[in-house]
């Protein structure tokens, strides 16, 4: 463990080799420049607490030994950037900062949880395995200069998201896997809920359950398909198991140039 009032900068490679670990400063910087692993697969876990500092991870992490849990709990108006892929078991950001992802992969054998504001900096794919990934809060690109594309894939799992997404800076083209997707309604726990806001760029839900509570606005294309090919879809209130009612259908604006079902 180490804790401290000044920054935490580390330039060399780290092994972490307790089974649990926590790093804080009394809000100042956090860096890794290098790869960041643990010693056994999937079994260490780190906590890492910046506070109101910025931390920025420049190296892949668990790239050679995974962790067993990553957590990061940053405050205020301070950013966590991401630069290197990172796999582990578990992966949460928590506080009121924001994350940036500036890297092409996060991969998890369980849950990614991210409950704050997450910026996607380049074209990320994130994955879990038959796990669930959940948004607490907005998703956008992390400027206007480019819509970066964003894939999600919890294969079995389940893909909430409670924030809206593209709301300030569109994705571009944007791909959703997952067993069960929730779009949560306004007010659930963000005031915009899990809206959709795509300008020209394409959309895709592959799933087997859905529930649609947030609007969907674009002039792109959506499509509503099924996750598996035993999975019957009903639409308008027709039988199914991918099913989605009239008010699910209403969220999706009819400014979409095409919609498929």
Request: glycine share 12%.
């Amino acid at each position: 463990n180490g804790s401290g009032d000044g920054s935490f900068a580390f330039s060399d490679p780290v092994r972490v080799v307790r089974s649990t670990s926590n790093i804080t400063t009394v809000n100042q910087p956090m860096s890794f420049a290098s790869s960041l692993d643990g010693t056994t697969n999937y079994t260490e876990t780190l906590n890492l607490y910046p506070g109101l500092g910025n931390f920025i991870i420049s190296g892949a992490v668990g790239a050679n030994i995974p962790f067993a849990y990553l957590g990061v709990y940053n405050t205020g108006s301070d950013i966590f950037t991401i630069r290197g892929n990172i796999n582990a078991t578990t992966f949460v950001t928590s506080g009121s900062g924001t994350t940036v992802i500036d890297a092409a992969m996060i991969t998890t054998t369980g849950t990614q949880e991210y409950n704050n504001a997450v910026l996607i900096k380049t074209n990320t794919t994130m994955t879990a395995d038959n796990s669930s990934i959940t948004f607490n809060s907005t998703v956008n690109s992390f400027d206007n200069s480019a819509a970066r594309t964003l894939t999600v894939d919890s294969g079995g799992g389940s893909i909430t998201f409670n924030g809206a997404v593209g709301g300030i800076n569109v994705l571009g083209n944007t791909s959703v896997t997952a067993a069960t997707l929730v779009t949560a309604a306004p007010n659930t726990l963000t005031v915009s809920g899990g809206t959709f806001t795509m300008a020209g760029n394409n959309l895709t839900l592959t799933t087997d359950d859905i529930t649609l509570a947030g609007a969907m606005t674009g002039t792109g294309i959506v499509t509503i398909q099924p996750r598996t090919a035993s999975t019957t879809m009903g639409v308008a209130g027709a039988a199914g198991t991918l099913a989605l009612s009239t008010a699910e259908l209403d969220l999706i604006s009819n400014g979409f140039a095409m919609i498929n079902l």
